[in-house]
């Protein structure tokens, strides 16, 4: 039996967790690697909405463990948060369906306010990079700065006391250069002491639970926030998050070993959406890009941002092929493009003149850069809901194939509505 990474190919949104939730009923274990709350899911149930953010898609479904990794950065409130909001719609989340790494980083009110002055400095000057303002880039700052506090220190209030101060001797120094009031010891110290005792009961160490599970022979699934394109590495920079969003961090996110990762699927939008600043190639800002905005209702899960939406770009996917290692993709949203006369693909762009097959890692060179097109005959039948192959429309085939020959990987389920069912199994990941 296979364990299964899954991550976002492009710039996140593509569908993660209706697929992530599809998986996880053949998963014992649903592990999430990295990011915070400003990742957001949408699982769709029997007909009902489940929205998370912080929680791995597992949580919803009986009798999985789900776990949140230390490469994670965790707001606790929001996680005590997320955890009612289940709660109130039937979902019982206690230690036993959930564990969290003692050596996670925490989210704390000083990151948030941080990220917001910093965003709000960044506006006025023209260069916002489009954060959600949650307080993920400046914890993350805090944990490669080995002065974070983490989930583990909740439960040392002898030593807590000491790690704050030198918390805030760093963010009061920064505090005073932005003309902003600094934070007091006792202040962070309340906000970490009220929710110690709701956080604590879920607190494992999690690399050696994972070890002793895959020994057992567990099947454990991987999931991924973001895309492949706003890894801090391998993204558009600057203008993407503040961790690794590739399917190596899997490893490095979990505490284990990348010898244990054996199925990498990245799931793909049939078309390409971003949500903020920064480059897009195939961007369209006519009445195609309206449209695919509205059938694809592209608004984002947890800030409410409408998407920037544009033709699927082949060559960023194959790119993210390569650094992701990935064996298979999952095409999503296919039914969106049902109705158009035609599509286009990307297939590579042209810098200054000269054709390139691949993005350009400098700011202004990405800024640059012009797609080239193929052009593909649409579909008018519907393909909404198809679960096999001989249910789709002969040119919506066409267009699958296509698009698994440009990236260089082939389709190992297709999604056609966001019900979970209405999926199309080409490989099973947990039994390749």
Known sequence: MANVVVVGSQWGDEGKGKIVDWLSERADIVVRFQGGHNAGHTLVIDGVSYKLSLLPSGVVRPGKLAIIGNGVVIDPHALVAEIAKL??????????????????????????????????????????????????????????????????????????????????????ALRRGLGEKEISHDAIMTELTSVAEQILPFSDTVWALLDRERRKGARILFEGAQGTLLDVDHGTYPFVTSSNTVAGQAAAGSGMGPGSLNYVLGITKAYTTRVGEGPFPTELTDEIGQFLGER?????????????????????????????????????????????????????????????????????????????????????????????????????????????ELIGAPVSLLSTSPERDDTILVTDPFED
């Open 87 to 172: 709660a109130a719609q039937g979902v019982a989340i206690t230690p036993e369906n959930l564990r969290v790494a003692d050596n996670a980083t925490l989210i704390l009110s000083l990151h948030r306010e941080l990220d917001g002055i910093r965003e709000d400095a960044a506006s006025n000057s023209g260069t916002k990079i489009g954060t959600t303002r949650r307080g993920i880039g400046p914890a993350y700052e805090d944990k490669v700065g080995r002065r974070a506090i983490r989930v583990t220190d909740l439960a040392d209030p002898d030593s807590l006391g000491m790690k704050v101060d030198r918390l805030l001797t760093h963010h009061n």
């Open 296 to 404: 694809g209702h592209e608004f984002g899960t947890v800030t409410g941002r409408k998407r920037r939406c544009g033709w699927f770009d082949a060559a960023l996917v194959r790119q993210s092929v390569a650094t992701n290692g990935i064996t298979g993709i999952a095409l999503t949203k296919l039914d969106v493009l049902d109705g158009l006369d035609e599509l286009k693909i990307c297939t590579g762009y042209t810098l200054d003149g000269v054709e390139i097959d691949h993005l350009p890692a400098g700011q202004a060179a990405q800024a640059r850069i012009k797609p080239v097109y193929i052009t593909l005959e649409g579909w008018k039948e519907s393909t909404v809901g198809a679960r096999k192959w001989a249910d789709l429309p002969a040119q919506a085939i066409k267009y699958v194939r296509q698009v698994e």
